[in-house]
């Protein structure tokens, strides 16, 4: 019988030691601390630090002296083996969830899929796989309404520590999740035969992406269009909220960015100012809404795109009050 125990304590601790990466000392210590924190709420206050506490590697065995006198408590090894089995398996969780956090480390700047399973606040915890994460208000796309149980592609932003610990944080507004869409969409993407040089993006609204490529014969727009538009209708899907796509070939010629970045409007001209960094855009009258967009959407994320200041007005408009759009942030994407 005693061999049974040997090696069931044994073996405990060597799957914390071994399968966890814990150091079995560690362990040893922490269930000391705890077999006298036991004592201490079970048989009084005393001064513990005049205790000792001896416990067996083998058998798992415990005892309590104080100045060299055994005090051990009759049917306190039950207590102390209870004691030792809590501690174990709190080590084992710990150890558990240090590996998933370590491994969702190397996950951050990709996308996952998850199902949403509650509210709490405003915020939303996602079931990512292995682990929870959490979405943030912050992080929540405006456009979308979330559903209990209902499955989303969420970008992994990071891992932040918070009141409960280190928790990892995912989004649904980034425009890494933009990114990471394509990747998984589109082959040459994912490949590195066509580079996502910009994205700029209003959540729930409307993205604008351009997209480059080094190699001879491959059409980067027509790669991330796909056929019939197959491709990119993949990843509107997935954005939901009918959020709309514009994918526009990246130019080092900026009149021809700016052209394409304004896109659905067309037949502009376009007059810059490099010392200022700004671009005035003549657009024929019927083509304004369009070039500016719902509440200027359009232009807004066309000078976040582009870089430049941009001010809009009407071809032959007497003294015109121009929209202008400066850029709030023009850098590259990190694809």
């Known amino acids: 019988m005693p061999a049974i125990v040997r090696s069931e304590f044994a073996l405990a601790l060597n799957q914390v030691a071994t399968e966890r ?29 005049t205790i000792i506490v001896d416990l067996n590697p083998d058998t798992g065995e415990a005892k309590l002296s104080r100045d060299g006198k055994d ?14 089995k809590q501690v174990i398996l709190q080590r084992i969780r710990e150890a558990e969830k240090q590996a998933v956090l370590t491994d969702y ?10 199902m949403v399973l509650r509210f709490d606040g405003p915020n939303v915890i996602v079931d990512i796989g292995r682990t929870q994460a959490v979405m943030p208000q912050q992080e929540q796309n405006p456009a ?34 933009v990114e990471g869409l394509f990747k998984r969409e589109v082959p040459e993407v994912a490949q590195g035969a066509v580079e996502l040089r910009i994205v700029a993006r209003e959540a ?19 790669s991330c269009v796909g ?13 939901g909220a009918n959020e709309k796509v514009d994918i526009i070939q990246w130019s080092e010629d900026a009149k021809q960015l700016i ?28 083509q304004l809404s369009l070039a500016i967009g719902r509440d200027g959407q359009n232009v807004r994320l066309a000078a976040k ?3 430049w200041k941009i001010n809009i007005r009407g071809k032959g408009v007497k003294n015109p009050e121009p929209k202008e759009e400066i850029p709030k942030s023009s850098e590259p994407s990190a694809s």
């Open 305 to 307: 795109l582009t870089g």
């Open 204 to 222: 729930g609204g409307r993205t604008k992406v351009a997209v480059y490529s080094k190699q001879s014969g491959v059409d980067p727009v027509g």
């Open 71 to 84: 005090i051990t408590p009759p049917g306190f090894g039950r207590i102390a083996a209870q004691t030792a």
């Open 105 to 114: 480390a190397t996950k951050i700047g990709t996308i996952a899929s998850g």
């Open 259 to 286: 052209t394409a970045s304004l896109a659905p409007a067309k037949e502009l001209e376009v007059i810059l100012n490099e010392k200022k960094k700004s671009a005035e855009v003549l657009i024929p009258e019927d």
């Open 227 to 239: 056929q019939k538009g197959v491709r990119v209708q993949a990843v509107i899907n997935e954005l």
């Open 21 to 49: 990466g814990i150091d079995p000392s560690v362990v040893v210590e922490t269930i000391k601390a705890a077999i006298l924190a036991a004592y201490r709420k079970d048989y009084g206050t005393e001064e513990l630090e």
């Open 144 to 177: 979308e309404r979330y559903q209990l149980n209902g499955r989303l592609t969420f970008y992994i932003e990071g891992i932040r520590e918070t009141m409960r610990g280190n928790e990892i944080i995912v989004s649904r507004s980034h425009k890494g999740l």
